[in-house]
Protein backbone atom coordinates (compact mmCIF):
# COMPACT_ATOMS: atom_id res chain seq x y z
CA UNK A 1 0.00 0.00 0.00
CA UNK A 2 1.30 3.41 -0.51
CA UNK A 3 1.65 6.14 2.21
CA UNK A 4 3.93 8.03 4.49
CA UNK A 5 5.94 5.93 6.88
CA UNK A 6 7.71 7.92 9.33
CA UNK A 7 10.23 6.64 12.15
CA UNK A 8 10.65 6.39 14.98
CA UNK A 9 7.14 7.24 16.54
CA UNK A 10 8.39 8.26 19.74
CA UNK A 11 12.17 9.66 20.65
CA UNK A 12 13.34 10.45 23.79
CA UNK A 13 16.47 12.93 23.39
CA UNK A 14 18.56 14.48 26.27
CA UNK A 15 19.80 17.72 25.82
CA UNK A 16 22.54 19.10 23.59
CA UNK A 17 21.61 15.61 20.89
CA UNK A 18 21.04 15.99 17.93
CA UNK A 19 18.30 13.70 16.18
CA UNK A 20 16.82 12.65 12.78
CA UNK A 21 13.31 11.51 12.36
CA UNK A 22 12.59 9.53 9.05
CA UNK A 23 10.54 10.70 6.39
CA UNK A 24 9.83 7.87 3.31
CA UNK A 25 6.94 8.29 0.58
CA UNK A 26 6.11 5.83 -1.52
CA UNK A 27 3.48 7.79 -3.22
CA UNK A 28 5.62 9.24 -6.16
CA UNK A 29 5.12 12.42 -4.85
CA UNK A 30 7.02 15.52 -5.66
CA UNK A 31 6.80 17.45 -2.80
CA UNK A 32 7.11 16.95 1.15
CA UNK A 33 6.87 19.00 4.00
CA UNK A 34 8.31 18.83 7.69
CA UNK A 35 5.18 20.65 10.61
CA UNK A 36 5.75 20.95 13.87
CA UNK A 37 2.38 20.79 16.32
CA UNK A 38 2.93 21.87 19.97
CA UNK A 39 0.01 20.56 22.75
CA UNK A 40 -3.44 22.05 21.64
CA UNK A 41 -1.41 24.24 18.88
CA UNK A 42 -2.02 23.94 15.30
CA UNK A 43 0.56 22.99 12.29
CA UNK A 44 3.82 25.45 11.49
CA UNK A 45 6.30 24.76 8.79
CA UNK A 46 9.77 23.97 9.77
CA UNK A 47 10.62 22.80 5.92
CA UNK A 48 10.11 22.15 2.92
CA UNK A 49 10.87 20.44 -0.44
CA UNK A 50 9.46 20.68 -3.89
CA UNK A 51 12.39 18.46 -5.51
CA UNK A 52 15.06 16.56 -5.13
CA UNK A 53 18.40 18.13 -4.18
CA UNK A 54 16.23 21.30 -3.04
CA UNK A 55 14.21 22.21 -0.04
CA UNK A 56 13.20 25.85 1.67
CA UNK A 57 12.76 27.60 4.93
CA UNK A 58 9.53 27.18 6.53
CA UNK A 59 8.55 29.64 9.06
CA UNK A 60 9.86 27.92 12.49
CA UNK A 61 13.52 26.44 10.37
CA UNK A 62 15.65 27.92 13.29
CA UNK A 63 17.61 24.70 15.08
CA UNK A 64 16.33 22.09 12.03
CA UNK A 65 18.23 20.72 9.26
CA UNK A 66 17.11 18.66 6.14
CA UNK A 67 17.95 17.04 3.09
CA UNK A 68 16.41 15.54 0.13
CA UNK A 69 18.74 13.49 -1.69
CA UNK A 70 15.92 11.20 -3.03
CA UNK A 71 12.52 11.86 -3.93
CA UNK A 72 10.61 9.22 -1.38
CA UNK A 73 12.94 10.46 1.37
CA UNK A 74 13.23 13.95 3.74
CA UNK A 75 14.88 13.30 7.19
CA UNK A 76 14.61 15.72 9.45
CA UNK A 77 17.34 16.39 12.02
CA UNK A 78 16.62 18.30 14.65
CA UNK A 79 19.93 19.92 16.37
CA UNK A 80 20.97 21.22 19.65
CA UNK A 81 20.66 24.17 18.37
CA UNK A 82 16.84 24.17 18.78
CA UNK A 83 15.70 24.92 22.16
CA UNK A 84 12.37 23.63 22.94
CA UNK A 85 12.02 20.68 20.54
CA UNK A 86 9.70 18.69 22.74
CA UNK A 87 6.60 18.35 19.70
CA UNK A 88 4.79 16.32 17.63
CA UNK A 89 6.42 16.40 13.80
CA UNK A 90 4.57 15.75 11.50
CA UNK A 91 5.78 14.58 7.45
CA UNK A 92 3.36 15.24 4.52
CA UNK A 93 3.98 14.77 0.94
CA UNK A 94 1.81 15.92 -1.92
CA UNK A 95 1.83 15.60 -5.73
CA UNK A 96 2.63 18.86 -7.57
CA UNK A 97 5.35 21.24 -6.80
CA UNK A 98 4.74 24.83 -7.39
CA UNK A 99 1.20 24.46 -5.68
CA UNK A 100 0.93 22.01 -2.73
CA UNK A 101 -2.26 20.75 -3.23
CA UNK A 102 -3.84 18.16 -0.96
CA UNK A 103 -1.37 17.31 1.59
CA UNK A 104 -0.84 13.40 2.62
CA UNK A 105 0.42 12.82 5.94
CA UNK A 106 2.67 10.21 7.79
CA UNK A 107 1.95 9.11 11.30
CA UNK A 108 3.63 11.51 13.35
CA UNK A 109 7.26 11.01 15.21
CA UNK A 110 6.54 12.38 19.40
CA UNK A 111 10.31 13.83 20.54
CA UNK A 112 10.86 14.56 24.14
CA UNK A 113 13.43 15.98 25.63
CA UNK A 114 14.90 14.84 28.78
CA UNK B 1 0.80 37.19 5.06
CA UNK B 2 -2.45 34.84 4.52
CA UNK B 3 -3.94 34.27 7.98
CA UNK B 4 -6.55 31.56 8.49
CA UNK B 5 -8.97 32.25 11.10
CA UNK B 6 -11.52 29.38 12.65
CA UNK B 7 -14.04 29.87 15.02
CA UNK B 8 -15.15 28.66 17.07
CA UNK B 9 -11.70 27.07 18.42
CA UNK B 10 -13.62 24.54 20.87
CA UNK B 11 -17.45 22.97 20.73
CA UNK B 12 -18.88 21.13 22.96
CA UNK B 13 -22.32 19.72 21.19
CA UNK B 14 -25.05 17.12 21.68
CA UNK B 15 -25.46 13.83 19.89
CA UNK B 16 -28.26 14.41 17.35
CA UNK B 17 -27.79 18.15 17.19
CA UNK B 18 -26.61 20.24 13.88
CA UNK B 19 -23.84 23.10 13.83
CA UNK B 20 -21.81 24.84 11.51
CA UNK B 21 -18.25 26.01 11.91
CA UNK B 22 -16.02 28.39 10.36
CA UNK B 23 -12.78 28.94 8.41
CA UNK B 24 -12.46 32.63 7.40
CA UNK B 25 -9.25 33.89 5.15
CA UNK B 26 -7.68 36.75 4.65
CA UNK B 27 -6.10 36.72 1.33
CA UNK B 28 -7.58 35.29 -2.44
CA UNK B 29 -7.69 31.73 -2.76
CA UNK B 30 -9.46 29.21 -4.57
CA UNK B 31 -8.00 26.13 -2.92
CA UNK B 32 -9.13 25.06 0.85
CA UNK B 33 -8.62 21.27 2.34
CA UNK B 34 -10.13 20.14 5.76
CA UNK B 35 -8.20 17.86 7.79
CA UNK B 36 -9.31 15.78 10.90
CA UNK B 37 -7.11 14.73 13.59
CA UNK B 38 -8.18 12.28 16.57
CA UNK B 39 -6.12 12.29 20.04
CA UNK B 40 -2.57 11.68 19.32
CA UNK B 41 -2.73 10.71 15.47
CA UNK B 42 -2.38 12.81 12.73
CA UNK B 43 -4.30 14.53 9.82
CA UNK B 44 -6.63 12.83 7.39
CA UNK B 45 -7.78 14.36 4.70
CA UNK B 46 -11.05 14.92 4.50
CA UNK B 47 -12.33 17.41 1.95
CA UNK B 48 -10.70 18.89 -0.96
CA UNK B 49 -12.50 22.16 -2.52
CA UNK B 50 -11.09 23.47 -5.24
CA UNK B 51 -13.36 26.18 -6.83
CA UNK B 52 -16.15 28.59 -6.00
CA UNK B 53 -19.17 27.22 -4.73
CA UNK B 54 -17.91 23.95 -4.53
CA UNK B 55 -19.20 21.75 -1.74
CA UNK B 56 -18.71 18.50 -0.79
CA UNK B 57 -20.30 15.93 1.66
CA UNK B 58 -19.04 12.94 3.32
CA UNK B 59 -22.07 11.39 6.05
CA UNK B 60 -22.81 13.62 9.01
CA UNK B 61 -19.91 16.60 7.22
CA UNK B 62 -20.77 18.74 4.32
CA UNK B 63 -18.12 21.59 3.56
CA UNK B 64 -18.78 24.53 1.13
CA UNK B 65 -16.27 27.47 -0.16
CA UNK B 66 -16.91 31.33 -0.89
CA UNK B 67 -14.22 32.35 -2.51
CA UNK B 68 -15.69 36.07 -2.93
CA UNK B 69 -16.59 35.65 0.99
CA UNK B 70 -13.27 34.01 2.06
CA UNK B 71 -15.30 31.31 3.92
CA UNK B 72 -15.42 28.19 4.15
CA UNK B 73 -17.86 26.10 6.26
CA UNK B 74 -18.20 22.72 7.71
CA UNK B 75 -22.00 21.78 8.45
CA UNK B 76 -22.35 18.88 11.25
CA UNK B 77 -25.55 17.16 10.70
CA UNK B 78 -26.86 14.92 13.65
CA UNK B 79 -23.71 14.87 15.62
CA UNK B 80 -22.60 11.38 17.00
CA UNK B 81 -20.14 10.71 19.03
CA UNK B 82 -17.88 9.56 16.91
CA UNK B 83 -17.48 12.99 15.26
CA UNK B 84 -15.27 13.80 18.00
CA UNK B 85 -11.62 15.07 17.10
CA UNK B 86 -9.79 18.75 15.84
CA UNK B 87 -10.79 19.99 12.30
CA UNK B 88 -8.37 22.06 10.79
CA UNK B 89 -8.69 24.05 7.52
CA UNK B 90 -5.98 25.01 5.78
CA UNK B 91 -5.61 27.53 2.75
CA UNK B 92 -3.37 27.86 -0.26
CA UNK B 93 -2.68 31.34 -1.56
CA UNK B 94 -2.11 32.16 -5.24
CA UNK B 95 1.42 31.78 -6.49
CA UNK B 96 2.33 29.93 -3.03
CA UNK B 97 3.83 26.83 -2.70
CA UNK B 98 2.88 26.18 0.86
CA UNK B 99 -0.56 25.67 3.05
CA UNK B 100 -1.28 27.90 5.42
CA UNK B 101 -3.37 26.27 8.72
CA UNK B 102 -6.10 27.33 10.93
CA UNK B 103 -5.48 26.87 14.95
CA UNK B 104 -8.10 23.96 14.94
CA UNK B 105 -10.98 23.41 16.38
CA UNK B 106 -11.81 20.73 18.76
CA UNK B 107 -14.97 19.25 18.76
CA UNK B 108 -16.17 17.21 21.32
CA UNK B 109 -19.98 15.54 21.00
CA UNK B 110 -21.44 13.76 24.28
CA UNK B 111 -24.05 11.24 24.34
Redesign the interface.
Known amino acids: DGGITQSPKYLFRKEGQNVTLSCEQNLNHDAMYWYRQDPGQGLRLIYYSQIVNDFQKGDIAEGYSVSREKKESFPLTVTSAQKNPTAFYLCASSWTSGRPGELFFGEGSRLTVL | ELKVEQNPLFLSMQEGKNYTIYCNYSTTSD?L?W?RQDPG?????LF?LLSNGAVKQEGRLMASLDTKARLSTLHITAAVHDLSATY?C?V?PGG????V????M?LTVNP
Open positions: RYYKSLESVFAESEKLFGKGK
